[in-house]
């Protein structure tokens, strides 16, 4: 077998994994817990002063049993499960009904993905580029500076960061809106001003989340070239005489980037998780901001949908950042021994 | 003999505790930092002299003055209290999920490495998929279940699942290379077990990137139960840095003028992180160094 075809099955292999071990965890876990989900939105329900018939009453807790898969041996709730998984049928939504889970979700899933792959690839970009140049200068007092200003800003959680822009670009300079992914008044389109609002208020969001990155990028790869610049290979490449261009690109470059692009398909899901807790601050429209609503108003088959849905997007953007690797690295297309 | 052995290891490693902090600059900052937290927490809470949890006990809405060092709350709640017992449980939950999930991850990665096979091909698909699952909406959705009253040890619980698989997959690569070289082969050839293997000639070299992990995860698990909370799906009615964060939003504090009460749980988290951060990174770079010049 060709080994780039060998490569591309086992990874499609682990692909499927990932979701299938990630949707089998989201059947296990509540079990575990000692609270009766069905009990715990019913009260929910009856909390907030509805007046229900003991019939309703009765029929809602069926409703709830099922949408949980509760009903029947735990096979039978299991493979219920996953069939509801792989077909994507999640049912109407319980706090918007009778729309569908799916509608709901095709609505908000651009918004994310947009936001998740434009804040990855400018702090990876931004950020390895800077590094790179950090590591090449490395005893350079500037790159010191950066380096100390990276290792303050990366371990800053998401959210944090976002109160912080919040503070100071809305509420002490006001410059940028709060709510929403676009102006109140617009309809999505493709005209110019859309896409100015939708820019503005996107902004901050993902200014946010590139901070925090853009610092993670520059430690990693300050660290890396730091490493090839003692190699010898780079030091003959300088008694060479090459133009230091040509050496950050072919020799630093080359070497650095592909740990660098493993580690973008592993960061993915993290980088998804700071953009729920962001979006919900932001209130921006995307799949967050929907968990966030699915879960305060307790319907259950939002959330569930909600959950899959990441899972299955987030590991498909991970595979196809892994897919475009051979294209980088030729070891994988020469064979790997 | 026994006792001049634990003698001779006592006096190495506490050599070696001395060598770590006088040596690296960031390392004794980061601990300056996370002691003086840890103190707030654990020492300075058994002062406070008042329940902080209770409403009303202060004027509400001071900003910080020489009173309240901190400021005070809308429900006339002292922040500088608050945050001492917000600072206990915050750092109970780090302490608590890094050690069973380094635990955890470290027998599973050394397991990995050392068996090798069949057992290796499982646990590493099993730790490569955890990692690439996206944790928080399954976190949330949990949480989520115990409408806002999750005891702080079951979320401990709950967090482990998600923070065991970073340990493991370091500690199987790290297991990969120790195997080959001929300290082990001899142990092994001279009749020692994998236990005794493991504890007695792997775990020696390993402990320091051990102690950087453990540093680390502490930093996630807090930063995890801080982003659940800020949500609302923590254990609301117990004081953690994120629960301080999430009254505070739902007071409006921010938009209300009332910085402070924001400013005192954000900027503790970019404090504490960035000391645990340098902890563990000045941990993991002078073991790199000490591997490089052997």
């Not at chain 1, 809305?170 to 389109?189: C, Q, R, V």
């Not at chain 2, 900052?29 to 209770?54: E, T």
Request: charged share 15%.
């Amino acid at each position: 077998m060709r080994p780039i075809i060998k490569y591309a099955a086992s990874r499609l292999v682990s692909y499927l994994l990932t979701i299938f071990i990630g949707i089998t965890l989201c059947f296990i876990f509540p079990r575990f817990v000692p609270i009766d989900p069905v009990t715990t939105i019913l009260s929910r329900t009856t909390q907030t002063g509805a007046f229900m018939e003991p019939e309703a009453f009765r029929a809602m807790r069926e409703t709830l049993l099922e949408t949980f898969g509760l009903k029947g041996s735990l096979q039978e709730q299991y493979f219920n499960f996953l069939r509801r998984a792989f077909t994507g049928d999640f049912g109407p939504s319980l706090s918007a009904y009778p729309s569908k889970v799916n509608d709901i979700i095709a609505r908000s899933l651009p918004w994310t993905l947009g936001l998740l792959f434009s804040v990855s690839l400018i702090s990876w970009v931004f950020g390895n580029l800077i590094g790179l140049l950090a590591g090449y200068y490395k005893d350079r007092k500037i790159s010191k500076t950066l380096e100390l200003f990276a290792m303050v800003i990366y371990p800053i959680p998401y959210y944090v960061m976002a109160l912080i822009l919040i503070f100071v670009f809305i509420f002490w300079l006001p410059l940028f809106p709060l709510m929403g992914a676009h102006a109140i008044g617009f309809k999505p389109s493709l005209s110019l001003e859309f896409l100015l609002t939708v820019l503005r208020h996107s902004f901050l969001p993902a200014l946010s989340i590139v901070i925090v990155n853009l610092g993670w990028w520059i430690l990693s790869m300050r660290a890396l070239s730091t490493r090839i610049s003692e190699e010898d290979f780079v030091r003959f490449a300088i008694v060479k005489g090459l133009r230091t261009r040509v050496i950050l690109v072919r020799y630093y470059m080359r070497n650095a980037l592909l740990p660098q692009i493993t580690q973008l398909a592993m960061t993915l899901g993290n980088i998804f998780n700071g953009a729920i807790l962001t979006e919900y601050l932001f209130a921006y429209p995307g799949i967050g901001a929907m968990l966030w609503w699915a879960v305060s108003s307790a319907d259950v088959n939002l959330m569930m949908g909600i959950v899959t849905l990441s899972i299955i997007a987030v590991s498909t953007s991970a595979l196809l950042i892994d897919l475009i690797y051979p294209l980088i690295d030729p070891r994988i297309r020469y064979g790997s021994k | 003999m026994r006792v001049k052995l634990s003698k001779r290891v006592l006096k190495e490693s506490l050599y070696a505790l001395k060598s770590l902090i006088t040596g690296d600059i960031r390392l004794l900052l980061g601990l300056v930092i996370f002691m003086a937290y840890a103190v707030l927490a654990f020492v300075v809470s058994r002062f406070i002299p008042f329940s902080p949890k209770r409403w009303g006990v202060v004027p509400r809405d001071i900003p910080p003055c020489w009173n309240y060092p901190l400021g005070t709350t809308s429900m006339g709640q002292d922040l500088f209290w608050i945050l001492t017992l917000a600072l206990q449980n915050s750092i109970i939950i780090g302490i608590v999920v890094a050690s069973v999930s380094t635990f955890v991850g470290v027998v599973v990665g050394l397991l990995a490495g050392y068996k090798g096979g069949y057992l290796d091909r499982i646990l590493t698909t099993l730790t490569d998929t955890f990692i690439a699952v996206p944790s928080l909406p399954i976190l949330i959705m949990l949480t989520a279940l115990f409408l806002g009253r999750i005891h702080i040890l079951m979320l401990s619980a709950v967090l482990c699942v998600f923070n065991w698989p970073w340990p493991a997959k370091q500690a199987r690569s790290m297991m990969l290379s120790l195997r080959e070289r001929t300290f082990i082969e001899t142990a092994v050839f001279s009749g020692t077990g994998t236990v005794g293997v493991i504890l007695g000639e792997v775990m020696p070299l390993i402990a320091p990137w051990i102690l950087a992990n453990f540093t680390n995860t502490v930093l996630v698990a807090i930063a995890t139960e801080a982003g659940l909370a800020t949500i609302g799906v923590s254990s609301l009615e117990e004081a953690t840095l994120g629960t301080m964060i999430y009254w505070a939003l739902q007071y409006q504090a921010m938009f209300r003028g009332h910085w402070w009460w924001i400013a005192v749980p954000a900027g503790t988290i970019v404090i504490l992180f960035f000391s645990l951060f340098l902890v563990s990174t000045a941990i993991s770079s002078i073991f790199s160094l000490e591997r490089s010049a052997k």
